[in-house]
């Protein structure tokens, strides 16, 4: 069954509209609509307790194993019930997922949440299963309109690293990715609107061009220097539930993470025309090193 919510949020952007909002009885689940003044589409399933394989790529392929051994999958548990998202590894405790994914105001329960490493099928054991320890939203993270949406996570053990659990490797200040670079992003959720993986639910992979910036802003016009745009107008993009998952992108013969898997069209994922949004980790270098630095000096003293 689906409803509609209207949402008064003039408070939380900065021209008065109202939200709309999709509720799914059955899944437990909602996203954003949009709103009545202005054509910014949200998340593609804000507060993703959406399909429960995580976010897949239509169009997408299945992954070797061993290909992305950065990217991790995490099962959140909070007060509105269980999801999954995207996400990937940084250092042997700390991992980079999307804000919206861990949303304080949902009161995460890291006791009772928990993220796979080294996993190629969700059906096949994972190489480590870790508990959380600490969450860290980007501290202007706006849920809403998913302004910096960009969350950093803890795991309660930490790793140690093989040839199926790597570290991601992050942009460097030169590095510049512009329209029409090849780039991938990978999976293991839905494959196009309503389909869902089947079989072993194995890793899937999909290669896009990033999309130039003018282009885009006539499809969201709220998008900001935060964000990026990829996708294929023939209808290749990220789908529903895996939020977080990286976009990356080769770099003088390594893949670097690019973006963040954010949100996409309200009219659903894959359509022609349309790219999906991802937050531009260049952007916050400042918030994920200060976040690791001085979780790392606390407890060196402790």
């Known amino acids: 069954a689906w409803t509609s919510i209207n949402l008064d949020i003039s408070q939380s952007v900065s021209i008065h509209q109202t ?3 999709w509720l799914d009885t059955d899944r437990k689940s909602y996203g954003f609509l949009g709103t009545t003044v202005c054509n910014f ?3 593609r399933c804000c507060r993703v307790v959406c399909a429960p ?3 897949l790529y239509r169009g997408g392929k299945d992954a070797q194993k061993g290909r992305w051994p950065w990217i991790v999958y995490l099962l959140i548990t909070d007060n509105t019930g269980s999801f999954s998202c995207g996400g990937s590894l940084l250092t042997e405790e700390w991992v980079l997922t999307a804000a919206h994914c861990v949303d304080p105001n949902d009161n995460p329960i890291p006791d009772n949440s928990f993220i796979r490493l080294g996993t190629h099928s969700l ?3 994972s190489v ?3 508990t959380i320890s600490r969450i860290v939203s980007h501290p202007q993270y706006q849920r809403f309109a998913l302004l910096h949406d960009i969350a950093l996570v803890k795991m309660r ?3 140690s690293f093989s040839s199926l659990v790597k570290p991601m490797s992050l942009p460097k200040p030169s590095d510049n990715f512009g329209p029409g670079s090849k780039c991938f992003v990978a999976g293991w959720g839905d494959v196009g609107n309503n389909v869902k993986l089947s079989g072993n639910r194995t890793l899937q992979e999909l290669k896009l061009p990033i999309v130039k910036r003018s282009t885009c802003k006539k499809k969201f016009p709220d998008l900001t220097d935060n964000m990026l745009c990829a996708g294929s107008i023939k209808g290749k993009d990220s789908c529903l539930g895996d939020s977080g998952g990286p976009l990356v992108c080769p770099s003088s013969g390594v893949l ?7 949100f996409g069209d309200i009219n659903g994922c894959a359509l022609k025309g349309f790219p999906g949004v991802y937050t531009r980790v260049k952007r916050y270098m400042d918030f994920i090193s200060e976040t690791i630095t001085s979780d790392r000096q606390a407890s060196a003293e402790a």
């Open 157 to 159: 053990e930490k790793v």
């Open 256 to 262: 670097v993470q690019v973006g963040i898997v954010s």
């Open 53 to 55: 394989g995580s976010e």
């Open 41 to 43: 589409a949200g998340p």
């Open 19 to 21: 939200a709309v909002w």
């Open 128 to 130: 480590f299963y870790r």
């Open 123 to 125: 059906n096949e054991p």
